[in-house]
């Protein structure tokens, strides 16, 4: 038996020093630990509610957390939430959890965002409608992952409208469908995904080349004009029933989801031949800068952001998306099976254009073309009232009449949001009831304005001008050269960079004006007026057989514009999207 064994009950000896200091250690680590966490017991408890314990399970307080920011198209955001639900349930491998905020914005308001917000404000993930606006947000250095879900781009209006189209039995072209005379519901088109994947389908229904180009610019301002109706607007139309309510371009998920728990649908829809543009619903990570936060929490951000990235294009999520009424793509994730940075500059590692038969920068391209088409015309259009402006256009009018004629005609395709001033010249014109005079050789007649302001419509008022024109004929010459000077530094100074500016001259004949410049002379003076940074465009219009095309063609090219031959009033909207399409 050993020795401890036989006294089990002797108490042991004590050091008294040994104990009064073990007791004074034990006062100063309590009171230690009471001052670091505010002396109250609440906050140790606290403390160990907080504390990891073997076994957590997110959601947890106990574990540690990152939360993603996400921003969607307004239609997926119910979808992308439940699809992500189950993120925030699961723990990730190195214990922490994950946490959601998401918002829903259009995609053309990210954009704007994008351009004033400095980058560390930019979401997570970006799930816009479009890869299209990709690269709209060229200060966003963007990985595309994949695509979330897919819906094709399709032409949504009422059954009655569609049967009266005759779209019931034949299936219309994007031709016939965008360029009829059945306004399309897409006030700012630069600004609606489908509506931008609908014409560019239709210029490559007809090859991109000329003819497509009119077609596009035709397209855009149709979309634009006044009295075109907002997407509600065309919505409640279609429900109504109307025979003439509008086309819509939309996605097949919209026009399902309108129609969900109705017995008849009140929306249909038809997806025009020659092009199946889609909407793609991209998932766009974005890349922080390297210093923007800490090593430990770029990495904890950087794992939470793949684990939501996974699970976005996970089957489960496919099913949640089908069942929203979305497509699913064949292949989920990038083209290349790697995700694509987008530099700064807007250029990709690959082409992840997602149009078919476009490339990046192609796409870029011609979304920049329309986006331009889409901006306001702002035009100062000059009369040639020279006394042979009465002779015969060669069509049953006489000139000056020819040009009201074109100028009326072209006029009416504007939009609303167009601004027009009117100018008249010729040699030494004068006018008895004080109309303003620009010079002794130039009247104004119309100031600038938008077509739709005004008690009885700026365009209204400007028709009726240019019809009376004929009454302005005076004068004893053509003051052709000193017109399209003074006209292009009337528009320099008068530029807008959010319009697209030009001066459109209409002439019967060649410069007589013996006191003003000349032929050089003015060629030089046009050169130095035209900035291409900042382009007014001269646009030189002959009318009749007097007319010397050499000298308005080199006049139009040195201020970035063009020169046409007039024999038919009707030609002028040809020119009008010409031109418009010479903005970009």
Not at 111 to 123: F, G, M
Not at 346 to 360: F, K
Not at 452 to 478: D, F, Q, V
Request: with cysteine.
């Amino acid at each position: 038996m050993s020795r401890h064994a036989l006294h089990p009950t002797r108490a042991r000896r004590r050091n008294p020093v040994r104990s009064v200091t073990a007791g004074l250690l034990t006062v100063l680590v309590v009171g230690a630990v009471m001052i670091k966490f505010d002396a109250t017991p609440d906050s140790l408890s606290n403390l160990a509610a907080r504390a990891p314990l073997v076994g957590a399970e997110c959601p947890s307080e106990r574990l540690p957390y990152t939360t993603v920011t996400v921003t969607v198209a307004p239609e997926i955001l119910a979808t992308v939430k439940q699809a992500l639900d189950p993120v925030q349930k699961r723990t990730l491998p190195d214990r922490e959890c994950v946490r959601f905020a998401i918002t829903a914005q259009e995609p053309a308001e990210t954009v704007q965002s994008a351009a004033i917000l400095p980058v560390d404000r930019a979401p997570d993930l970006w799930i816009p409608d479009s890869s299209l606006w990709r690269s709209r947000v060229p200060r966003w250095q963007l990985n595309q992952d994949g695509s979330f879900a897919t819906s094709p781009v399709v032409l949504a209006t009422s059954q009655k409208a569609l049967d009266s189209l005759g779209w019931t039995t034949k299936t219309p072209d994007w031709l016939t469908a965008l360029a009829g005379s059945r306004p399309l519901a897409v006030p700012q088109i630069s600004q609606d995904a489908a509506g931008l994947s609908a014409v560019i389908a239709l210029w490559q229904s007809l090859g991109g080349g000329d003819e497509a180009q009119r077609a596009l610019a035709g397209t855009v301002l149709a979309a634009g004009r006044a009295g075109v109706p907002s997407e509600a607007d065309a919505i409640q139309a279609a429900e109504s029933g109307s025979e003439s309510a509008p086309l819509l371009p939309t996605s097949e998920q919209a026009v399902t989801a309108a129609n969900k728990g109705r017995s008849n649908a009140t929306l249909v829809s038809v997806e025009p031949t020659g092009g199946s543009p889609s909407l793609d619903y991209p998932v766009l990570t974005m890349l922080r800068p390297a210093d923007s936060s800490s090593k430990d929490a770029a990495a904890a951000r950087e794992r939470a952001v793949r684990a939501t990235v996974s699970q976005l294009l996970s089957s489960q999520a496919a099913s949640i998306a089908k069942t929203a009424g979305f497509a699913i793509p064949e292949s989920r994730g990038g083209r290349s099976g790697k995700s694509t940075a987008t530099a700064t500059n807007g250029t990709t590692a690959a082409d992840t254009s997602p149009i078919v038969g476009l490339g990046s920068k192609e796409l870029a391209a011609l979304v920049g073309r329309i986006t331009s088409l889409s901006a306001p015309s702002r035009f100062l259009t000059v009369f040639d009232v020279s006394g042979s402006m009465e002779q015969s256009a060669g069509n049953g009018q006489t000139r000056i009449a020819f040009a009201a004629t074109a100028s009326k005609l072209a006029g009416d395709l504007l939009t609303d949001r167009a601004q027009v001033e009117f100018w008249a010249f010729s040699r030494n014109l004068k006018r008895a009831d004080g109309t303003t005079k620009v010079g002794k050789n130039i009247l104004k007649v119309e100031e600038m304005a938008q077509l739709a302001s005004g008690p009885n419509s700026h365009r209204e008022e400007l028709n009726a001008s240019m019809a009376s024109a004929g009454k302005l004929i005076g004068g004893n010459g053509t003051a052709l050269f000193d017109a399209a000077i003074s006209g292009m530094k009337e528009m320099k100074k008068q530029y807008d960079p959010r319009a697209g500016n030009a001066v459109v001259l209409f002439t019967d004949g060649a410069n007589n004006d013996d006191g003003g410049p000349k032929l050089q002379a003015t060629l030089d003076e046009l050169a130095s007026l035209y900035d291409p940074k900042k382009p007014v465009r001269l646009i030189c219009i002959g009318i009749g057989e007097d007319i010397k095309m050499s000298q308005l063609r080199q006049m139009a090219s040195r201020a970035g514009g063009q020169a046409f031959a007039m024999k038919d009033p009707r030609q002028l909207s040809q020119v009008l999207f010409d031109v418009m399409n010479r903005r970009g």
